[in-house]
């Protein structure tokens, strides 16, 4: 498999030297793009635009077409594993996703059994490879999934939640029901990453978005044990080339050192860990992978440069750092602020990488 023409984002991943810090955004192609916009109108609805291959592989590399990233990650949605699971996955405009068939009752739970990857979600394996192809190998392309955690909260809840009270409930009345959830979701997640990699993805995330809303114990127990399976399960080498595999629990800045030792070789900070004190407990083990609000994409382009460079400078020189926002970027956010941003790490870093 012929490496990227640029794979410093790999690179960094693998904590390798680097010319500088390589750059990518969560939710980098959506809806602050206008191109995005209007690819999704052409397609009808959201789903109907991850689930044609061709469109997905349009919106994966619009913001490449604007920007100096690093890397692509591939477009399409957590929820697809869990609609491939039969729970009728639709979108509420203003609301997010629902399931029409959330898991409450028992015998729900227990009829739950993981997708093929090669037939309920082979639109998202031909995506990867059309996507790969359209690349030409010019940056490396990310897979992803949710983490079994998180899937659970939207199949039992049955969408967004405040509170996460119908899972929590489950958890502590039935942690048996919950545990059965997971396992099936991590081996569906293992099977669905790998499918990725064999079609072309040459990294991988999980994201934990709702494992922070966990007390302590329950995190360790009900999020970490299962993406530790996950990361256990993983191909790591694909074509004579390393799969690095990222982790990012949204709110985990205090399991640093926890994430760290499941086998991941990347983990993801939301903004409110501050990135040098990551790096001095765990940068020795692992690439850290962050961390600016991405409400400071809202603030003056020099201000942007400023918090970018502050974020830069808390690493400190060397590499093992891929910059990204601490989530998802905003629907809202100007493009033209992006351009600032990823400017602003291309340069500063350079300087830091000559130390």
Not at 54 to 79: C, G, H, K, M, N
Not at 151 to 156: F, G, H
Not at 234 to 251: D, S
Request: hydrophobic share 40%; aromatic share 8%; net charge negative.
């Amino acid at each position: 498999m012929n490496k990227p023409k640029n794979d410093t984002f790999l690179r960094a991943l693998l904590r390798q030297p680097t010319e500088h810090t390589p750059v990518w955004l969560m939710r980098q192609a959506g809806r602050y793009l206008p191109e995005y916009c209007e690819t999704r109108r052409r397609a009808g609805s959201f789903m109907d635009l991850c689930r044609n291959p061709q469109l997905a592989t349009e919106v994966t590399l619009q913001p490449l077409a604007r920007y100096d990233l690093d890397a692509a990650i591939l477009f399409s949605d957590i929820l697809t594993v869990p609609d491939a699971m039969g729970l009728g996955l639709y979108f509420v405009e203003g609301e997010g996703p629902k399931f029409e068939r959330p898991l409450r009752e028992e015998w729900e739970i227990r009829n739950l059994s993981a997708p093929d990857p090669g037939v309920e979600l082979r639109y998202v394996m031909d995506a990867v490879a059309e996507i790969r192809r359209a690349l030409g190998n010019s940056v490396p392309l990310i897979g992803f999934s949710g983490s079994p955690f998180t899937l659970a909260c939207y199949m039992i809840e049955g969408g967004a939640s405040d509170d996460f009270r119908t899972i929590k409930a489950m958890l502590y009345d039935r942690p048996d029901l919950l545990h059965h959830v997971l396992e099936v979701n991590a081996g569906a997640v293992t099977a669905y990453l790998n499918a990725q990699i064999e079609s072309g993805a040459q990294a991988v995330m999980i994201f934990d978005t709702w494992g922070g809303a966990l007390s302590h114990r329950a995190y360790r127990e009900f999020s970490l044990a299962y993406m530790e399976r996950i990361v256990d399960g993983l191909v790591r080498e694909h074509g004579g080339a390393r799969i690095p595999c990222i982790v990012f629990t949204k709110g985990g800045g205090q399991w640093l050192e926890e994430i760290a030792a499941i086998g991941c070789d990347a983990v993801g900070l939301d903004w409110t860990t501050d990135i040098g004190a990551a790096r001095k407990r765990v940068g020795d083990k692992v690439a850290l992978q962050g961390n600016l609000d991405p409400v400071a994409l809202f603030a003056q382009p020099e201000k942007i440069a400023q918090e970018a460079c502050a974020i830069l400078d808390a690493y400190g020189p060397g590499s093992g750092h891929v910059f990204n926002l601490g989530h998802g970027i905003s629907q809202f956010t100007p493009p033209e602020h992006v351009t600032a941003l990823v400017n602003a790490v291309h340069e500063h870093s350079r300087k830091l990488h000559q130390i």
